[in-house]
């Protein structure tokens, strides 16, 4: 606090603040790291003012009448001061930091039609207001969600291209510092990268965006290096919890008394739940605990010869126990794997199994028995799955829906060839990127096997 005293001609400029009271303790001097930075509350402060910003929301932004005037008298960015039209309207020329009306609506449209897998994120589309192109209560998870990965996205193709990168730059800041497992050599990278892209910041943006929250970013790095990943310290838990205690107030003119009960009354039965067997566990959702192989709308109709050996192959490739018999059939060469393994896999391994199973002293198995036979052409068709806690849904369904659970990522290994005249192809792992066209339930008499139909992006062009 800064108050300016005159007396006998002489002007001085006191500086009057509160000292902490943590001071007078007589380890506080030599603590590394006295206040404990947290990181969602920064997160969010920066990402309103950012998005405020760009917006020019009015409450939100960090522009203004009053901010041009600021920089005309500090002498910066004079183009930037409002001008002065028939005596009294005035108005704000454009920045370089603002959107204009038609990249408001494209920045507000690609946020409306985002979707995002179960869990991931709320709605986003609930806090886009189209009509008045701004952005309305923002909660602290949803201004992470926009500046680990959608901000990005909703800028591309807007904004001078140096004001775009410096804001991407600051994501990428934020997404590297929130990662669960950081190395400590990159700690000193990210340190200076953050130097550079507030000194950018400042190039664009203007003075009063710089407040303490931002400065604040400056200090994450070397306090991460003190105590470790923030994910462990940031306040999302404390949040969750606080949500669950408020849930306990039925008297709101004694909520401490309502949430003792609740808790007592809560603690009571989980400690009675561990005694009974049949009973559901308290606090965990039900679509939670019921997400292993859960099984949505499905009918059954026939599918095509060739569209059933397609997947049958792929069982085949993904079972260990067909290893061996794999490997048998590969040793014609890797040219010769690329042209007819697909097409006489299928009836070599039936042809080859049933040979051993000629033998009285064969070793095959009952899966590898079934497997030989093929699975029934009338297939189990679902709209949606459930497994190890992810919920995967067809692109159809998809289409009715807010969110969007029918996007795969496999990483594979195949066989890579630089022309058709190359005799030495090499194996290389490669990421493929697709949609769930359909799921099917394939069924091998005694024992069933869950498959997803994709169509995957072409990495060729």
Known sequence: ??????????????????????????????????????????????????????????????????????MAEMGIRESLKPITESGKRRFLPLACYVLSRSEKRQFCSTLSE?????????NIKSVVQMKDLRLINLKSHDCHTLMQQLLPVAIRGLLPKQVRAVIVRLCYFFNAICCKVIDPIKIEELQEEVVVTLCLLEKYFPPA??????????????????????????????????????GYVRNRSRPEGCIIECYVAEEAVEFCSEYLESAQTIGIPKS??????????????????????????????????????????????????????RRCF???????????????????????????????????????????????????HDLRSTTQNSGVTVEGESLHVSSAKDKNPVYANMSYYGVIEDIWELNYTSFKITVFRCKWVDNKT
């Open 1 to 70: 606090m800064l108050n300016s005293v005159k007396g006998k001609g002489i002007s001085m400029l006191m500086v009057r603040g509160k000292k902490s009271i943590f001071f007078d303790l007589p380890y506080w001097k030599d603590l590394y790291v006295r206040h404990n930075l947290d990181v969602m509350h920064i997160e969010k402060n920066v990402c309103e003012s950012l998005i405020g910003t760009l917006l020019n929301m009015p409450g939100k932004t960090k522009d203004g009448e009053k901010t041009r005037l600021d």
């Open 114 to 122: 985002i979707k995002a897998p179960t869990g991931y994120s709320s």
């Open 209 to 246: 965006f710089f407040d303490v929250m931002l400065h604040l970013v400056v200090h994450l790095p070397r306090e991460i290096k003190l105590c470790g990943p923030v994910w462990l310290r940031w306040m999302y838990p404390m949040e969750r919890y606080m949500k669950i205690l408020k």
């Open 288 to 341: 939670l605990e019921s997400r292993q192989n859960v099984r949505m709308r499905f009918k059954v109709t026939p599918v095509e010869y060739k569209m059933l050996c397609e997947a049958h192959f792929y069982v085949l490739q993904n079972t260990p126990e067909v290893d061996c018999y794999r490997l048998q059939h590969l040793r014609k060469g890797e040219r010769w794997l690329q042209a007819e393994h």
């Open 346 to 396: 299928i009836p070599w391994v039936r042809q080859k199994i049933e040979t051993e199973l000629a033998n009285p002293n064969h070793c095959v198995t009952e899966t590898l028995r079934w497997l030989a036979n093929e699975p029934r052409r009338d297939v189990i068709r679902y709209s949606g799955y459930g497994i190890n806690g992810y919920s995967f849904h067809t692109r159809e």
